[in-house]
């Protein structure tokens, strides 16, 4: 009899991550995310819910590719019709931009604290609250027993949870599920948004558990997420005269 190796190393994972307080959700009503190729990098080739997710934003054009992102999963999450919260030290989301992502910004609810042991307190107690579609909170880092004690509210609810860790001091470890990275790319004006293009990203997914790390070029439009394809190098026509 003959043993595949990647079906064995399949199977470890699926035993794995359980023990690491990672349990897939069985839950209907979660819808699957299409990230194109992104998602062969989740185990089980889908994006984790009832997890934590990290995201390091090192500048403003980063903190707004990185709340773009994000609100496009929050998006699917809000599909079944529930609410999600956002918390920040101060309001710098555009809420009506909210729309074009598909989310309507009344069921957003924004609450914004000054003192990072509120923000995370409040995070805390938002996850556990199985009638939120997903919580969002900006605060410079967060330490391991922090971030397990997410990790044990979500395992509870099944709420997804997402940090954005703004000008953050370095890479602390935590116990969250992922960390990422979205830089902005310039855009394609030639589509059918009017004046500029729809949003593109690099979209580096740092760690994973249980997957495998990587990094994409994707832009955002209506129809979903799909890669970016690669431009041709065009010679600018003095280059032709002077070489022709």
Known sequence: MTVNRNDI????????????????STDYR????????????????????????????????CSSATSGFIAFLVAAFMQRGSASIWISPSRTLFPPALVQYGIQPDK????????????LWVMEEALACEGIAAVVAEL???????????QLAVEKSGVTGFIIRQNPSGRQTN????????????SDPNNELPGIGFPRWKI?????????????????????LVPV????FAIPAIVKRKTG
């Open 140 to 150: 410079p880092g967060i330490s391991f027993t922090a971030s397990r004690r997410l």
């Open 30 to 61: 979660v819808p699957k995310i299409e990230l194109g190729p992104i998602t062969t990098a989740f185990p089980e080739a889908r994006f984790p819910s009832g997890a934590i997710h990290e995201f390091l934003s090192i500048d403003p054009y």
């Open 175 to 186: 116990a969250c599920l992922s960390r990422w990275k979205i830089t902005p790319l310039s």
């Open 204 to 224: 580096e997914l740092l760690k994973i558990r249980n997957g495998r790390p990587g990094a994409w070029e994707m832009e955002w439009s209506p129809a979903g």
């Open 229 to 232: 394809s690669p431009q041709p």
């Open 9 to 24: 190393l399949a199977q470890l994972q699926k035993e794995i991550l359980p023990l690491q307080g990672y349990k897939p």
């Open 108 to 119: 957003i609810i924004f609450i914004h604290l000054q003192k990072e042991a509120d923000i």
